[in-house]
Structure formats: C-alpha cells, structure tokens
C-alpha cells in the first residue's frame, strides 16, 4: 500500500509517530552533548518508544487458563466468598 492510497488519517498518524521519534531523538542529542543526531540517537529514540507503546501478550498460561511450573492456577486465587483480611469497625 503506497502512501497515495493510504487514508489520510494513517499518514496523519505516521507523520506524527515520525516527528514524535525526530523530537525525542533531538532531546537524546542535546542530553548526550553532541552536535548533531546520529543513528544511535533514532534508535534509542524508537526503542524508547516501542517500550512505551505496545505491551507485552500475556504469557501463554494466562491465555489458556491453564497452570503455572509452581503448580499454582494462572490466574491466581480466586474465591466467590468475601473474605475480608481485617475487622471493620463500626461508627
């Protein structure tokens, strides 16, 4: 898909995504004292990003609602009964 079939909305995005990571890349140059940004500068800027971005998937036990190696259920404890760990006082 090239850019002129794009929606605009998604090169929009893509322009902003850009200039987020060129700003980041800038602030990256001037902390480190250089006198212009190099590669090493993008690609910490776009690592920065991806980090702060997108998540992790559950590990796959959790998706399967299966067991934990520890023998433990995957999605924890989980009881129908209220239990409470402390006493409530009452006013």
């Known amino acids: 898909m090239s850019y002129a079939n794009a ?3 998604t ?7 850009v ?10 140059r001037a902390h480190a004292d250089k006198r212009a940004i190099d590669i090493e500068d993008i690609k910490l800027a776009i690592t920065s990003k991806v ?3 997108f998540i992790q ?3 796959r036990q959790v998706r399967s609602g299966g067991t934990l190696s520890n023998g433990k259920h995957a999605h924890g404890r989980c009881s129908n009964s209220f239990n409470p760990s402390f ?5």
Do not use: Q
Request: hydrophobic content about 40%; cysteine-free; overall charge negative.
């Open 87 to 91: 006493s409530a006082k009452r006013m």
């Open 57 to 59: 998937p559950p590990p």
């Open 7 to 9: 929606d605009f909305r």
């Open 19 to 28: 200039t987020d990571l060129i700003v980041d890349a800038e602030e990256l």
């Open 11 to 17: 090169f929009r995005a893509s322009i902003g995504f």
């Open 51 to 53: 980090a702060h971005s």
